[in-house]
Each structure stands twice: as C-alpha cells, then as structure tokens.
Nanobody
C-alpha cells in the first residue's frame, strides 16, 4: 500500500503565501506524475498543477505565474509554493501520485487526505 500525507495548509490573508508538502510512503517502486488538485464544496475537483518524472510541469490557467510545483524524488515528495493568494484559491488541496509498486505492476493513482487552504479578503 501507498500513503500520501499532505501538510502546510492553513489560513492566510489575500496576497500572502503558503507552501504545501506531500510525502508518499509505503511500497513504492517508482513514481511517475505527481500533482495537486483542489475542491470546494458543491464543485468538481480541479487540477491545480502536475509535474512528471522528467520535471515537466503543467498549471491551471488560474494559478499560472503564482503557484510553483516541484518534487524531490529522493524523498518521494511533491510541493506547491503558492504566492499572491486570492480568496478564490480557498479550497481543500489534495496531492495525487501515479505510483508503481513493483517493476512489473501497472501504475495506479493514490490520493492524500487533503489539506484546507483558506484565503481571507
């Protein structure tokens, strides 16, 4: 089994910054893509940012230029630096990892439990 644990959420004023962290542990052979998603009540979960094993990143238009995703392969971790936060960034942020648990196993998605980010105006 694989577990993802997020940290770093909280309450911040508009214009402020937060850094989210997510560490994967368990039976990990390799991790392909890592990503951050967010969801507010009553809405679908949306992609925030992803980073593949080669370090190529992808961002939602709404966060480009403000958020930066990065990964530390040695620590099986992914980070999300969030700057210039806006009230509309308020959501539960969850990390996602595409993980192989063995050399010949198919990769599958794993999710963290989520961390609340609240941006006050």
């Amino acid at each position: 089994q694989v577990q993802l644990v997020e940290s770093g959420g909280g309450l911040v004023q508009a214009g402020g910054s937060l850094r989210l962290s997510c560490a994967a542990s368990g039976s990990i052979f390799s991790i392909n893509a890592l990503g951050w998603y967010r969801q507010v009540p009553g809405k679908q979960r949306e992609l925030v940012a992803t980073i593949n094993s080669g370090g190529i990143t992808n961002y939602a238009d709404s966060v480009k230029g403000r958020f930066t995703i990065s990964r530390d392969n040695a620590k099986n971790s992914v980070y999300l630096q969030m700057n210039s936060l806006k009230p509309e960034d308020t959501a539960v942020y969850s990390c996602n990892a595409d993980v192989k648990t063995g050399r010949y196993t198919r990769p599958r998605d794993y999710w963290g439990q989520g961390t609340q980010v609240t941006v006050s105006s």
